[in-house]
């Protein structure tokens, strides 16, 4: 074998080997989609921004989402979500903290169905919780999928009666992390 045979194997092998050392993915464009259905208004809002964090080696697994960087249709909506029952300023942030526990192959191209279980914090209450979501390996990325529902007034969110025909104490959330090797 010449020389540069022997330069492309031995590059070849460290980027393997880089690769195989990578275990934790991250992305700070994680989308949080949130939507109440109630008799009169749907409300739909989305968050580009979130970070996710992904350790392969433990399952350890870590979302924060910024309250206000939820857009919506209209000011006004905004207004109120931030103000009259996140209460942002006071709890400007939402996190997940839990563990894959569903085993996955993360160096094998491909979809698994997973359990993920940690805890939920929203309006500064903390709750346990158990949520099933995709997780999906390809081409050097991880994609996190959940879609799963909570109950506003568990986390301390008050509606008031003459709003709830108007916004649901159940919402729905939709997770989408598409994550890439960290990078130090």
């Not at 409300?43 to 992904?54: D, G, T």
């Not at 799963?148 to 025909?165: A, E, M, Q, R």
Request: net charge positive; charged share 20%.
């Amino acid at each position: 074998m010449n020389k540069r045979h022997i330069l492309t194997i031995v590059f070849l092998c460290l980027l393997q080997v880089m690769f195989a050392q990578t275990e934790k993915y991250f992305t700070r464009n994680a989308t949080v989609t949130f939507t109440s259905v109630a008799p009169v208004e749907k409300i739909i809002s989305e968050n580009k921004v979130s970070n996710c964090i992904l350790n392969t080696q433990t399952g350890d697994l870590a979302l924060k989402v910024v309250i206000k960087s939820f857009e919506f249709e209209k000011q006004a909506m905004a207004d109120h979500f931030n103000n009259d029952y996140l209460n942002s300023d006071k709890f400007p942030n939402a996190t997940f903290e839990g563990k894959v526990t569903t085993p996955v192959d993360y160096k094998k191209t491909g979809k698994y169905n997973v359990t993920v279980d940690g805890k939920l914090t929203i309006h500064g209450i903390t709750k346990q919780v158990k949520q099933s979501g995709i997780i999906e390996v390809f081409a050097g990325k991880i994609i996190a999928r959940s879609k799963f529902s909570i109950l506003l007034s568990d986390y301390g969110v008050i509606v008031p009666n003459d709003y709830l025909k108007k916004i649901s104490n159940t919402v729905d959330i939709d997770i989408n992390a598409v994550m890439t090797p960290y990078v130090r």
